[in-house]
């Protein structure tokens, strides 16, 4: 087990050598730079700084020093906020991503989950076709169009809630939290419902059946189990997609997280911040696929052995 | 209905809804069973005889329905909930399936499993009724019984999973059990080696069997009477002796025919019945056989033959056939 | 000279064609898509051509209607945004964009994983391998930094954006693709084929991919509506379509910053959207369900 886990954080580190690799390069092919835009300073000022940000460089001799960086776990100050190293805004943004990713992940989880369970074994029934159709919804409707319209209904007109912004406790969480939470529900209630059904008609099951021991037990004992297998798979890529994700929320919700800083930083050129923003989502990415299989294989005793 | 008689099926149907009509498996089949006896159904794919089973347990397929009665020790099967029926199944009635490498959870341990009907049905506490499966797992011939309840079914080959399945089905001493080709997935040199632990575990514990084949030579080992099933009825009955000595009805000869004989050179060549098995379709007014029959007479198409005993001819048998005289002639 | 292996080439597409005949009419008697593909119809109908019965583009200012409110027998049926532009114009000169998009989008992403996959999956071995492992790692990048860092690489704008959906999308398609050519590669009439003498690249342009059709089909028809949404994402973040052009991401990014006074420029773009999202899973749902009988 610890060997798998070794290989899997030695090829991730590869993976995201490789994106933090290919980042640094499109970033600086990409048109413009950090300085270019603003055009109050004069080119001798522009120069300097540059000159003390390092892009005076040959393209090889920034990556080197970005590596060198990267090595010492210091990715340097942001070019658009001198004042702060990265280090720093990540720090200062990571808690409230985090925050609404980890509710979003688990009511996502929770609700798609029961809805999809209750679909399989009530088919055509009511809940069948509610969770359908909030499947349905999940997935057509964008959150950028979803978000704005709940934003409306319930902070504009009923004003329970706020529009946006973080001075309101869990009050300020609820809306990003159910928005970034919506699509999910509709997925993972699909995929269980799907797999659900799946496994009712193994073998294994009928055996179980067979063997009298009540729907409640045949259910938690027998169908859950293998049911579960494919939604955890999709929940581990799911969570890092969330977190990602919450680039729309922060826009729509108004809110201090990391996600909004990478599109500034993206827009306004500001390498140092955007490599340290595509390392941590990336790393998130590749953790999340590692837990993933050992949850995996913590069920199926099948993969325990293969590893 | 005799005092000792254990299940007694009385116009037993299985219908099937399709997107395109019904389909009938199984057309309205009367058998008796004593208990502790052996009873053989044989037939060809398709036949229904897997369908008897499935309906007795409540395991037919959600389109499926059952008609008719299937009296377990005076209580009609069919009329019951699912869980009364669940009071029953596992307990008094057991079933092993034809497929014993997803028969198991792949999931959940091998003692696990076994062990979990003890709990629901006796009340025992886990680790007695662990104690009872690591037991029933020796009485199957498992080596180092108490290690493999740890293991998971992967781990195992396929006849020692259905020397496992065979395990879980007689550790509640059920009076009942049905078998549904239990050795039609596994290697032909350990078919036989099942089969006659199934029968020995299941004597000891006064158990009574169905079991559905397709393998006469099977059937003459073990069983003590045996149905032959075609296109969803019972074609003959009788005891497995006199129906290999002397079939009466006219699809018996045809399947004797096909059987290879150690004592016959196989010249005149094995026979074959012509044409193809019927399987499903919509309700038939005649003989089911009659389109391939060789025998057949006019009123084989038109009336449907009814299965009566028949006991002049030797035994106690019962047959469908209308050239097979009612009474001594 | 015709030989048995000949025969078996010739039967091979031949038995396709009619299960594919018979999917598409099981997908005709699925009601739902088949609303679906009216409504679909209709909507990319209006979009391209809807903007000529206007007699003013969606670009053009009307200063004397700024902010004019829905009136469905005005010159602006559904009023005008603060520039005084036509909002319904707009919503159907943006629905150009992001409809060509979606489509063009979709197939492009779903020709590469298609060949990519199928020759990966026919070809096997350290090839089969090394082709995955890249796969592998471009899985391993977070989708939104991938597309978000190629729109800027290719200087932003409509083809920039274009590619850097179509390199992000292809991916899915060539697992697919590649797990059924696996499959097929293994088949006795692929196997009559080798026999009979055809070249590598001729078994995979004339078995592997026609064969794989009905599972591209299915996860093509997905992947339009992923398109689509990632074309109004992007915009809607401002990174994709930029002003004046319009297309529904930028058009409902306008919306919201006006909600709250005036919910008719989210409204519009954003009901429209939906409702194309809405019939596009439908479609791909019927199609899914007409191509894989199982799964009823």
């Given at each position: 087990m610890l060997r798998f886990v070794g290989k899997r954080l030695w090829n991730g580190s590869l993976t995201l050598f490789a994106l933090v690799t290919l980042t640094f390069f499109v970033m600086?092919?990409?048109?413009?730079?950090?300085?270019?835009?603003?055009?109050?300073?004069?080119?001798?000022?522009?120069?300097?700084?540059?000159?003390?940000?390092?892009?005076?460089?040959?393209?090889?001799?920034?990556?080197?020093?970005?590596?060198?960086?990267?090595?010492?776990?210091?990715?340097?100050?942001?070019?658009?906020?001198?004042?702060y190293s990265v280090g720093d805004i990540i720090a200062s943004g990571l808690p409230y991503s985090?925050?609404?990713?980890?509710?979003?992940?688990?009511?996502?989880?929770?609700?798609?989950?029961?809805?999809?369970?209750?679909?399989?074994?009530?088919?055509?029934?009511?809940?069948?076709?509610?969770?359908?159709?909030?499947?349905?919804?999940?997935?057509?409707?964008?959150?950028?169009?979803?978000?704005?319209?709940?934003?409306?209904?319930?902070?504009?007109?009923?004003?329970?809630?706020?529009?946006?912004?973080?001075?309101?406790?869990?009050?300020?969480?609820?809306?990003?939290?159910?928005?970034?939470?919506?699509?999910?529900?509709?997925?993972?209630?699909?995929l269980t419902r799907a797999s659900m059904i799946e496994t009712m008609r193994e073998n294994y099951v009928r055996t179980a059946v067979a063997k009298g021991i009540g729907p409640t037990r045949t259910l938690m004992g027998h169908t859950l189990e293998g049911a579960l297998i494919p939604v955890i798979a999709y929940l581990g890529p799911a969570t890092a997609a969330i977190i990602t994700g919450s680039i729309l929320i922060e826009t729509i919700f108004a809110l201090p997280g990391i996600g909004r800083h990478f599109v500034d930083a993206a827009l306004n050129r500001d390498y140092p911040l955007v490599m340290?923003?595509?390392?941590?989502?990336?790393?998130?990415?590749?953790?999340?696929?590692?837990?993933?299989?050992?949850?995996?294989?913590?069920?199926?005793?099948?993969l325990r052995n293969a590893h | 209905m005799t005092a000792e008689t254990l299940l007694s099926l009385r116009g037993l149907t299985v219908r099937f809804r399709l997107p395109h009509g019904e389909t009938v498996a199984v057309d309205g089949i009367d058998l008796d069973l004593a208990a502790g006896e052996v009873l053989g159904i044989v037939g060809e794919s398709g036949s229904g005889k897997s369908q008897v089973l499935y309906s007795l347990m409540g395991l037919l397929a959600a389109n499926g329905r059952a008609g008719g009665q299937a009296l377990f020790e005076g209580v009609d099967l069919l009329s019951l909930s699912r869980r009364q029926l669940d009071t029953l199944r596992g307990q008094h009635i057991s079933m092993i399936f034809q497929d014993p490498m997803t028969s198991l959870n792949p999931y959940r341990r091998v003692g696990d499993q076994i062990a979990e009907g003890l709990i629901v049905h006796e009340g025992l506490s886990r680790s007695a009724a662990q104690?009872?499966?690591?037991?029933?797992?020796?009485?199957?011939?498992?080596?180092?019984?108490?290690?493999?309840?740890?293991?998971?079914?992967?781990?195992?080959?396929?006849?020692?999973?259905?020397?496992?399945?065979?395990?879980?089905?007689?550790?509640?001493?059920?009076?009942?059990?049905?078998?549904?080709?239990?050795?039609?997935?596994?290697?032909?040199?350990?078919?036989?080696?099942?089969?006659?632990?199934?029968?020995?575990?299941?004597?000891?514990?006064?158990?009574?069997?169905?079991?559905?084949?397709?393998?006469?030579?099977?059937?003459?080992?073990?069983?003590?009477?045996?149905?032959?099933?075609?296109?969803?009825?019972?074609?003959?009955?009788?005891?497995?002796?006199?129906?290999?000595?002397?079939?009466?009805?006219?699809?018996?000869?045809?399947?004797?025919?096909?059987?290879?004989?150690?004592?016959?050179?196989?010249?005149?060549r094995l026979g074959t019945i012509p044409g193809t098995p019927r399987s499903g379709g919509g309700d038939v007014i005649g003989c089911p056989f009659a389109p391939r029959c060789t025998e057949r007479i006019a009123r084989c198409t038109t009336e449907r033959p009814a299965f009566l005993e028949r006991s002049h001819l030797g035994g106690t048998r019962s047959a469908a056939c209308h050239l097979i005289p009612e009474v001594a002639e | 000279?015709?030989?048995?292996?000949?025969?078996?080439?010739?039967?091979?597409?031949?038995?396709?064609?009619?299960?594919?005949?018979?999917?598409?009419?099981?997908?005709?008697?699925?009601?739902?898509?088949?609303?679906?593909?009216?409504?679909?119809?209709?909507i990319v109908l209006a979009c391209f051509l809807g903007p000529f019965l206007?007699?003013?583009?969606?670009?053009?200012?009307?200063?004397?209607?700024?902010?004019?409110?829905?009136?469905?027998?005005?010159?602006?049926?559904?009023?005008?945004?603060?520039?005084?532009?036509?909002?319904?114009?707009?919503?159907?000169?943006?629905?150009?964009?992001?409809?060509?998009?979606?489509?063009?989008?979709?197939?492009?992403?779903?020709?590469?994983?298609?060949?990519?996959?199928?020759?990966?999956?026919?070809?096997?071995?350290?090839?089969?391998?090394?082709?995955?492992?890249?796969?592998?790692?471009?899985?391993?990048?977070?989708?939104?930094?991938?597309?978000?860092?190629?729109?800027?690489?290719?200087?932003?704008?409509?083809?920039?954006?274009?590619?850097?959906?179509?390199?992000?999308?292809?991916?899915?398609?060539?697992?697919?693709?590649?797990?059924?050519?696996?499959?097929?590669a293994r088949k006795e009439f692929v196997e009559a084929a080798r026999a009979g003498g055809m070249t590598g690249r001729q078994i995979v342009f004339e078995h592997i991919v026609p064969n794989s059709?009905?599972?591209?089909?299915?996860?093509?028809?997905?992947?339009?509506?992923?398109?689509?949404?990632?074309?109004?994402?992007?915009?809607?973040?401002?990174?994709?379509?930029?002003?004046?052009?319009?297309?529904?991401?930028?058009?409902?990014?306008?919306?919201?910053?006006?909600?709250?006074?005036?919910?008719?420029l989210l409204l519009l773009p954003g009901t429209l959207l939906a409702i194309v999202l809405f019939c596009l899973n439908f479609i791909a749902d019927g199609l899914a369900e007409a191509f894989d009988p199982n799964d009823r």
């Open positions: 600086r092919l990409a048109p413009g730079g950090p300085f270019s835009r603003n055009r109050k300073i004069s080119p001798e000022v522009q120069a300097n700084i540059e000159a003390a940000f390092h892009l005076d460089e040959p393209i090889w001799q920034q990556f080197g020093r970005f590596v060198w960086g990267l090595l010492h776990l210091d990715l340097g100050p942001s070019t658009r906020f001198r004042d985090l925050t609404i990713g980890a509710w979003a992940v688990l009511l996502a989880a929770f609700v798609g989950i029961a809805l999809g369970i209750a679909g399989a074994m009530r088919r055509n029934g009511f809940t069948d076709y509610a969770a359908g159709t909030v499947g349905v919804i999940g997935i057509a409707i964008p959150i950028f169009v979803i978000g704005p319209v709940l934003q409306v209904i319930f902070a504009v007109k009923l004003q329970w809630l706020p529009v946006g912004s973080w001075n309101d406790g869990w009050r300020s969480l609820v809306l990003p939290v159910v928005v970034l939470a919506l699509p999910n529900i509709a997925y993972i209630s699909r340290g923003i595509t390392l941590l989502y990336g790393a998130l990415l590749i953790l999340f696929n590692i837990v993933t299989d050992l949850i995996r294989a913590w069920i199926d005793p099948r | 104690a009872e499966a690591v037991r029933m797992l020796d009485r199957v011939r498992i080596p180092d019984a108490s290690n493999r309840a740890r293991r998971f079914p992967h781990e195992f080959s396929g006849g020692m999973r259905q020397r496992v399945m065979i395990a879980m089905a007689l550790l509640t001493r059920p009076k009942l059990l049905l078998a549904d080709e239990p050795t039609t997935a596994l290697d032909v040199t350990i078919q036989a080696q099942v089969l006659d632990l199934m029968a020995e575990l299941a004597r000891e514990t006064g158990t009574a069997i169905i079991l559905v084949t397709h393998d006469l030579g099977v059937v003459a080992r073990l069983c003590g009477r045996v149905a032959v099933l075609y296109g969803g009825r019972v074609m003959e009955e009788a005891g497995a002796q006199a129906l290999f000595s002397t079939p009466a009805h006219p699809y018996t000869r045809g399947l004797l025919d096909a059987m290879p004989r150690l004592e016959q050179a196989l010249t005149p | 000279m015709p030989t048995d292996a000949d025969a078996l080439i010739d039967a091979a597409p031949i038995r396709h064609a009619s299960t594919l005949e018979l999917q598409f009419r099981r997908f005709r008697n699925h009601r739902l898509a088949m609303v679906s593909v009216w409504v679909l119809a209709l206007f007699p003013f583009t969606g670009q053009d200012a009307d200063f004397d209607n700024i902010n004019a409110q829905v009136d469905l027998f005005s010159a602006h049926p559904f009023g005008t945004d603060d520039f005084g532009r036509d909002l319904l114009v707009r919503v159907l000169e943006g629905g150009q964009v992001s409809l060509t998009i979606g489509f063009l989008g979709a197939i492009v992403a779903g020709v590469i994983g298609v060949f990519y996959g199928a020759v990966s999956g026919f070809l096997g071995g350290r090839v089969d391998g090394l082709m995955m492992r890249l796969v592998e790692i471009l899985f391993g990048f977070p989708y939104v930094i991938l597309v978000i860092l190629l729109s800027l690489l290719f200087g932003g704008g409509n083809i920039a954006l274009f590619a850097a959906i179509v390199f992000t999308l292809w991916l899915t398609p060539a697992v697919v693709v590649r797990a059924q050519a696996q499959g097929l059709l009905s599972v591209v089909i299915v996860y093509g028809s997905l992947l339009v509506p992923e398109v689509i949404l990632s074309e109004s994402f992007l915009s809607f973040l401002g990174i994709g379509i930029k002003e004046p052009q319009a297309s529904w991401g930028n058009l409902i990014q306008t919306g919201t910053s006006a909600m709250a006074t005036d919910l008719r």
